[in-house]
């Protein structure tokens, strides 16, 4: 069985050196967050993911949740990992004091959230959800849904969830049908709703859903749709859960991952309408829902880190006892393990460059997010909302396609094994699959990019954002440095001259722009990811020329920068093409034939 | 449930314009193989495939196969749909008539094993080793073991088995450790394999496994392997089935996918030794096994073809259907099917033109294959021999990966649906995942390309073929065709610059070579990909002009291949760079620290 060891050293390195912690540290109310403080977290979190959460993860695969008569009970051992994951308080580490959380930067929430993912992607889900409820409701419920509500939601006593999607209304929320009519003081909620993640479960004793429906008299589309508060169990005045509430489980998906977490087909009001109480205002639950949607992307684009790390921990290990073939540098006939074959080493390195390239630009968003909550300058806090609004479609959806890819590589490390599933490493494809697509599609991501964030406002942010990478210029003759250098410059000019395209093209031709917003992200990815590893290796340098620290774990940092840019930076050169040419076959296609 | 429909259009488009089925159908002893006869064959296989197989491809994958006390039964239907693929002479279709074969070029086989898999793999697993099988012993059995098995093996009442594999063995066969000791006429077997597809099943009354193993004075390594042919039961001299041998089924694996598929341990020897037979000389195994090995791994790349051909009809039919989000490009607030999309477009498009380019590639291959076996002109058949060797890695690894590719983004474009199990989408995914690993895993193939099929021989019939891409030169003042030609061109200059590369640095560093061996392989394969590509819209144009045939397939034809060269070849750029620096970041690379 696969174990997991959180890459504390890579972790701190990120938090320090690339994503600023000091300065995030320096925000008011987040004067706790000091270096012993976070390294104390993080290794208390790697020891309860190591010891508690991983070695569910693949039981959990194979026994998945049990439904029946509209209850589900979560695989073996879940419970008391919940019990002990709450108990430790972390459920609320990014959250308020004042209702029980550990009031820590979300930067520090991020690599803490790694560590779940890698231990237990379908676990963490849980938590996950939870999350984004406690926002809106800080963010948008009234006092009295918060004091009723946010404590037992932060402590994990009870868990939210989302409810969003319809069968007819996925990505297109305004199809959705579900119905919410006025009742005295709160709401009766009817509907249906799928892919509920957690929507019903035996690890809590009340679940919070949050509903979007329609009021009788709201507007056609995105603009009539309300956000409710569906408790499981109605909450009596003193706190004390009361009756059931007019909702059910109606049956839990066969999904290709994340088998250990239920995902459900939720039944709203089948007899006198389930009671919701209002959160924001009427017609106003979208506008809700996108003051999570940044949180919420950035935590399933660490999904892709977290499981990138794992699958590479795994083939990594696997490559160093695995013995098999000569070395064919070498006249020796004996066999050698895998990891010396020029190949092992490449997809490796491939999976580690990659892994480490999309978590330092996910810990950076994750600053970039505390910047925009609490810096004092007003102008500095706008300035870092901007710059996150650009990197949170690129966070999400170049993080797990580096997810899915990268654990795909890792079934490949380990040969016909890795196609058994007792190997464990077809599981973290499995599970890796599914964040590209739920939290908006990776298409959805990219259109969201290059529409809403660059064509809207004529690339303003991403040309100061281009500006900052033009300012990675190390003088040194270290060749590697210099290498890494060299190719972030062509990924950046050609980074620059498709945004202007793009800026110049949008308003007359939305579809030509749309067919190159996929190779769009990719490459703001690539170029974004490129300046993160040249940092990296420019740093590791002068580490190592200081004759500070780890000196083996800065050597492997500059190698991994060095391939990243060599393999993977490297394809940024064709990128502008790629857009620009895109719609000429794109738009000419209907598949009126096959 | 999707359904597959065989391609027809596509398969006689690319049997007659691109791979030459006229210029194979002119070789002696395939004469038979006119216009009209395969029409006809690719008809019916896809009639069988459509009502019978694909029907089976979702149940047999949840069912799985079951195993208890060495006996294993496949999925319910299995067994009815192997009656009636047998009944229909379908498993003879390359072999020799005189043993009940139907005599057809490997060419139209190829068309034909394409419906198959994408109808169901894990079915057509059971006849590609027989396949393999039929393989070895029309070319090394001996006359007596042809005479007994080699009819019912090619009119499969008889399945075949390969047995290399064991636990310390898989890509490096000079670990085996099977024994083989002399008795009499006979040898006596012991050991255990693993990974034995369709080792042990209900479809036949008899498995005939080909198994090798060392005999007690065999020298070191390689060079001291056998190959033997190992019945379930004995054969008497008439032919009927007689006493059980001494082998069985240990266990079946829990695999990703390909579940309809029993894939087992087997035990050899446990009593008395299993009854074994040589097939070729002692000590020659692994060279036996060579001359089925172009074979199979054109079969197995073809597995990619087939899969990506089936997971592009089930997103197509579904991007056709779902219905979500306004179109951009339009003033009007409803909802339209996915497919008006860019990005979906995008998405379908990638998939279709890759599975074509896969196809085209495949089926060239095939048609060398038969040149290479039957041209009357000696150096027609070396030099069609030498291409095919240099094909072979290419099909078997780049179509592969295409195949997992291309299954990917089907899981995308089905959105949340496309997680679901119940849709398919995911299956042809996790089906598709094997063919990259099994035959030898690509990275095996890429070595094999890289070492011994273009350093040995000095880049000779790389060269060959490039002076043939470069033959295509359309004077056209055709956009489609000029934007073609012009990627094409940047293609193959990067494929000769890395090439002789490759042939001046082998020699004396060979794990520099070797650390850009998977790049080399993705741009030849990427650049003969864009050949097949352009010659296809070549010839599409050409039709159109004449104003001969279906005019919107051969328009779909232009625009996908267009797509391919500004989406898809255009990355071929990068790869003279990618292959030649590769080694400076992997070399160093050691991986004593994460």
Not at 561 to 576: G, K, M, N, P, T
């Amino acid at each position: 069985m696969s174990t997991y060891t959180a890459p504390s050293q890579d972790i701190h390195f990120v938090l320090n050196e690339i994503a600023g912690l000091g300065d995030v540290a320096s925000l008011p109310g987040l004067e706790d967050a000091t270096p012993d403080l976070v390294e104390a977290v993080v290794e208390e979190a790697g020891k309860l993911a190591s010891d508690v959460l991983a070695p569910l993860n693949r039981s959990g695969d194979i026994e998945n949740c049990h439904f029946e008569n509209g209850v589900v009970r979560t695989p073996k051992g879940s419970k008391d990992a919940y019990r002990q994951f709450i108990e430790g308080g972390w459920n609320g580490v990014p959250f308020d004091p004042d209702f029980g959380g550990q009031g820590l930067p979300w930067l520090v929430s991020t690599a803490v959230s790694e560590i779940w993912n890698s231990a237990n992607m379908a676990f963490s889900l849980c938590p996950l959800l939870t999350q984004g409820t406690i926002e809106l409701l800080t963010t948008h419920g009234s006092e009295e849904l918060q004091t009723t509500f946010l404590e037992k939601l932060i402590s994990g006593e009870w868990n939210g969830t989302m409810n969003l999607t319809e069968p007819q209304a996925g990505t297109d929320l305004a199809r959705i049908k579900s119905r919410a009519v006025r009742d005295g003081d709160h709401y009766r909620i009817s509907g249906q709703k799928i892919f509920i993640t957690y929507g019903e479960h035996d690890l809590t004793d009340n679940i919070i859903h949050m509903v979007l429906a329609r009021l009788p008299d709201a507007p056609e589309g995105v603009k009539g749709i309300s956000l409710f508060l569906v408790p499981k169990f109605l909450v009596n005045a003193d706190g004390s859960l009361g009756e059931r509430n007019d909702l059910k489980c109606v049956s839990i998906e066969h999904k290709l991952g994340i088998n250990a977490s239920p995902t459900a087909v939720m039944s709203y009001g089948d007899n006198d309408g389930a009671i919701g109480y209002l959160v924001g205002a009427e017609n106003e639950g979208i506008k809700c829902m996108f003051t999570m949607m940044n949180n919420a992307r950035l935590a399933v684009g660490l999904e892709g880190v977290a499981i990138a790390e794992r699958a590479y921990q795994q083939a990594r290990d696997y490559a160093l006892e695995r013995v098999q073939s000569r070395d064919a540098s070498s006249n020796s006939p004996d066999a050698v393990t895998i990891i010396h074959h020029p190949d092992v080493k490449r997809m490796l390195l491939s999976m580690k460059s990659r892994t480490e390239a999309a978590r330092a630009l996910a810990y950076s968003a994750a600053g970039t997010l505390d910047a925009a909550n609490r810096h004092p300058d007003d102008a500095k806090r706008a300035s870092a909302q901007a710059l996150l609004d650009l990197l949170i479609p690129v966070v999400k959806a170049w993080s797990t396609d580096i997810g899915i890819d990268v654990a795909n590589t890792g079934v490949q490390v380990h040969g016909g094994m890795g196609y058994i599933e007792e190997t464990g490493a077809a599981q973290h494809l499995r599970d890796a699959r599914i964040a590209s697509i739920y939290e908006g599609t990776n298409g959805i991501q990219a259109i969201d990019l290059i529409g809403r964030k660059v064509a809207r406002e004529n690339g303003e942010t991403v040309s100061t954002l281009i500006a900052d990478i033009r300012r990675f210029a190390p003088t040194t003759t270290n060749d590697d440095l210099a290498a890494i250098a060299e190719r972030l410059e062509t990924a950046t000019n050609a980074l620059e001259k498709a945004t202007a395209w793009v800026v110049e093209t949008f308003p007359t031709d939305p579809n030509a722009v749309l067919a190159g917003a996929n190779s769009y992200l990719s490459l703001l990815g690539l170029t974004l990811g490129g300046w993160m590893m040249g940092r990296t290796a420019e740093i590791s340098l002068n580490k190592l020329e200081m004759g500070q620290g780890d000196a083996a774990f800065y050597k492997a940092k500059i190698i991994s920068a060095r391939f990243f840019a060599d393999q993977v930076l490297i394809e940024a050169a064709s990128y502008h093409e790629k857009i620009v040419s895109g719609s000429v076959s794109i738009t000419a296609s209907d598949f009126s034939v096959s």
